[in-house]
């Protein structure tokens, strides 16, 4: 497989731990762990290549690893819920396909065209708030989102500019209320980042910020560019998440006795499913996950299609939101991070994060640069909310549940890196083509849909060339 790969390899050294990736259920390598106190402790400090190398060995087994209830899958007595829930009643079924436990790997839904990759219709997810609904058992949508299952490539550069972009408004935000403070006036300032603006903010003298003129973030001005609603932080976040809905896999640092005074809160006789060392292997396998590439077309008529495309993308503003790149300053990825709340660790609650530079990692060095030096990341993306609906095209107001805040119809601009290799498309993943889901683009897409409606076949087809060349490499 061609995932992950560092820049020299320590195959020798990791031999001790080989047999972890070999290994598809937990208790093998939980045997050959407490050697290497991977375990006990989350990683800290500035991280070797091999001391990398051996936490992305138990990171892609924990991916792949088919959990079994003698490792603690299953939660009889607590919900999906992000907040630790317990059940009001029983259930009886060790699986339950809408609200959760729904499968036994992570790479049971992430697995096209291979581990860390995206899913098919039928690894759709059934998202909920799951206070009041939790075992619900319909696929009505007055209970759950549906969702389609996207990829994990280029995740840590995802998560890294996300970062650094919520830095900069937090600045933008504080500049302003020294300013308003100073002048005693009311200061307007513009909310941009790396050329993506998110509206704008009014602080008063007296403190008050006004977020009325706000577009497309949260009002803590935090990007969260996980979940395709835009509205999980952290890698760290989503996977502990991920392990107690889908495999009732708990994480000690949010289901165990700090926050909930219990230390087997999904009660099925298993202490501290999951460490901190665990979640932080997992996050690490995911953050150096290879960004996906754009392939040279096979043959001269794709060329020459992908060539008119790329500039079609443009004149139909298609980069308004789905920009080719976004700058990163920096390649160096800290977990835990610094924006994550209660249930999540984050740098204030450790000692030291681990830091990695995925500068390490061999495709790395494929990611181009601009004049200053800085990355630029392909992503096709903006990481920022956008209405997708109006009165005439609404198939993508599917969703009747409004999550965390954020309007039904509002979603998260997909990251178009990938989506040569990742059909079917759309957030509930029921479009089987590009064409139909440019052609489902309403609200603030809609007139660059339009365009691409009016267009000719000619044109469309070589629209639809371009970003056929956004693959994930196999
Ligand atoms: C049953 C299928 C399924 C399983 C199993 C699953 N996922 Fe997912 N995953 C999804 C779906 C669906 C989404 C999109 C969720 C959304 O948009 O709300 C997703 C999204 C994600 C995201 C956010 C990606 C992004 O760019 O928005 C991460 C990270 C993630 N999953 C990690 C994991 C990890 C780690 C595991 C194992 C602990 C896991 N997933 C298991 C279906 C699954
Ligand atoms: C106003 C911002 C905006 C504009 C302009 C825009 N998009 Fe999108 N695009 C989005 C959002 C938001 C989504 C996610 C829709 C959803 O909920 O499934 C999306 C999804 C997509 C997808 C589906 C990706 C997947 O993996 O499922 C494709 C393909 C796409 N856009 C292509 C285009 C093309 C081509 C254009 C130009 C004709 C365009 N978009 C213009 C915001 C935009």
């Given at each position: 497989m061609k995932t992950n790969k560092l820049i020299s390899s320590f195959a020798a050294a990791a031999v001790i731990i080989g047999t972890a990736?070999?290994?598809?259920?937990?208790?093998?390598?939980?045997?050959?762990?407490?050697?290497?106190?991977?375990?006990?402790?989350?990683?800290?400090?500035?991280?070797?290549?091999?001391?990398?190398?051996?936490?992305?060995?138990?990171?892609?087994?924990?991916?792949?690893?088919?959990?079994?209830?003698?490792?603690?899958?299953?939660?009889?007595?607590?919900?999906?819920?992000?907040?630790?829930?317990?059940?009001?009643?029983?259930?009886t079924e060790p699986f339950a396909r809408l609200s959760g436990p729904d499968s036994l790997a992570c790479s049971s839904c992430h697995n096209d065209p291979l581990p860390g990759g995206a899913g098919g219709f039928v690894t759709n997810v059934f998202v909920s708030e799951g206070f009041t609904n939790a075992n619900f058992d319909t696929s009505d949508p007055q209970f759950s989102n549906e969702r389609g299952t996207n990829h994990l490539f280029g995740a840590g550069l995802i998560e890294l500019l996300a970062r650094e972009m919520s830095a900069d408004l937090a600045a933008i935000r504080s500049g302003a209320l020294r300013l308003a403070r100073q002048k005693s006036e009311p200061v307007k300032v513009a909310l941009e980042s790396k050329g993506v603006s998110f509206g704008a903010l009014t602080v008063l003298p007296d403190g008050l910020v006004d977020l009325s003129k706000i577009d497309g973030i949260d009002t803590d001005l935090v990007i969260r560019p996980f979940s395709q609603k835009g509205v999980m932080t952290s890698l760290r976040q989503f996977t502990i998440n991920a392990m107690n809905h889908h495999h009732g896999m708990q994480a000690t640092?949010?289901?165990?006795?700090?926050?909930?005074?219990?230390?087997?809160?999904?009660?099925?006789?298993?202490?501290?499913?999951?460490?901190?060392?665990?979640?932080?292997?997992?996050?690490?396998?995911?953050?150096?996950?290879?960004?996906?590439?754009?392939?040279?077309?096979?043959?001269?008529?794709?060329?020459?299609?992908?060539?008119?495309?790329?500039?079609?993308?443009?004149?139909?503003?298609?980069?308004?939101?789905?920009?080719?790149s976004l700058p990163l300053k920096s390649l160096v990825f800290s977990d835990p991070g610094p924006y994550d709340a209660a249930g999540t660790?984050?740098?204030?609650?450790?000692?030291?994060?681990?830091?990695?530079?995925l500068n390490l990692m061999e495709w790395a060095q494929n990611l181009p640069k601009d004049e200053q030096g800085q990355i630029l990341v392909p992503l096709f993306g903006d990481l920022k909310r956008h209405k997708i609906t109006d009165r005439r095209i609404a198939t993508l107001g599917n969703e009747l549940l409004s999550q965390r805040f954020v309007g039904r119809d509002v979603f998260m601009t997909s990251e178009l890196w990938g989506v040569g290799s990742t059909a079917p498309y759309g957030h509930r993943n029921d479009f089987t083509t590009l064409d139909s889901v440019i052609l489902a683009h309403g609200g603030a897409a809609r007139k660059s849909r339009d365009s691409y409606e009016a267009a000719t076949e000619g044109q469309r087809s070589a629209l639809i060339a371009y970003l056929k060349t956004l693959v994930i490499e196999k």
């Open positions: 990736s070999a290994a598809s259920n937990k208790v093998e390598w939980a045997e050959i762990t407490p050697e290497l106190g991977f375990l006990e402790q989350a990683p800290s400090g500035l991280l070797s290549l091999k001391r990398l190398e051996e936490i992305l060995k138990v990171g892609e087994a924990l991916f792949v690893a088919k959990f079994t209830t003698g490792d603690g899958a299953g939660r009889p007595a607590a919900t999906q819920a992000i907040d630790p829930t317990k059940v009001r009643h029983q259930p640092e949010r289901f165990g006795s700090r926050w909930t005074g219990e230390n087997d809160f999904d009660e099925d006789g298993h202490f501290d499913e999951m460490t901190p060392g665990d979640i932080s292997a997992l996050v690490a396998w995911q953050a150096t996950l290879p960004a996906p590439t754009i392939q040279t077309p096979a043959s001269n008529a794709w060329k020459q299609a992908a060539r008119t495309g790329a500039e079609l993308f443009n004149d139909w503003s298609c980069n308004a939101c789905h920009r080719q660790l984050d740098n204030k609650q450790v000692r030291a994060s681990a830091e990695y530079d």
